[in-house]
């Protein structure tokens, strides 16, 4: 992110670090989803998501699209572009979900289905509408 951006990389990283523990009800959610769907992950952090989490965490993604190793971020039309190329869907066929409003305008804008998260049982609730399987 810090070469896209200009921003020093100890600041994106501790930036980063800093807002990123991971939500154990959405982790479980995503674990549970993986079971009938392909999930991806889009994310503008300026390394492997690995170093961000602790093991096993990001197994249920088998698509990311990292901002740093495509060299735009969200909300960038062309980073969903890139996440659905790499994915094999179509937008119609994609749900994105962020907890800032920009990007999920952004991902809608390019035809995805966008839910803005705010917390575990809204995010059911949205799913529920656009007959998420769960």
């Given amino acids: ?21 991971p939500n154990e009800e959405v982790f479980a959610l995503v674990h549970k989803l993986k ?4 999930l991806g992950i889009i994310s503008n952090v300026g ?8 093991d096993g965490y990001l197994n249920d993604f088998t698509v990311q699209t990292l901002s740093f190793e495509v060299g735009v971020i969200k909300p960038s039309p ?11 869907f179509l937008p119609d066929e994609a749900i994105f979900i ?6 999920c ?8 289905h966008s839910v803005l998260f705010q917390g575990v049982d809204q995010l059911l609730s949205d799913l529920r509408v656009l007959r998420v399987n769960l």
Avoid at 35 to 38: E, G, K, L, M, V
Avoid at 47 to 54: A, K, N, T, V
Avoid at 78 to 87: A, V
């Fill in 78 to 88: 062309e980073i969903y572009r890139l996440h659905l190329q790499k994915s094999g």
């Fill in 47 to 54: 390394s492997p998501l690995g170093g961000y989490f602790p």
């Fill in 1 to 21: 992110m810090s070469n896209i951006t200009g921003t020093p990389e100890i600041t994106s990283h501790q930036l980063v670090t800093s807002s990123l523990h």
């Fill in 98 to 103: 962020d907890d800032r409003l920009t990007n």
């Fill in 35 to 38: 079971a009938n769907y392909q």
């Fill in 105 to 112: 305008d952004a991902a809608k804008e390019s035809g995805l």
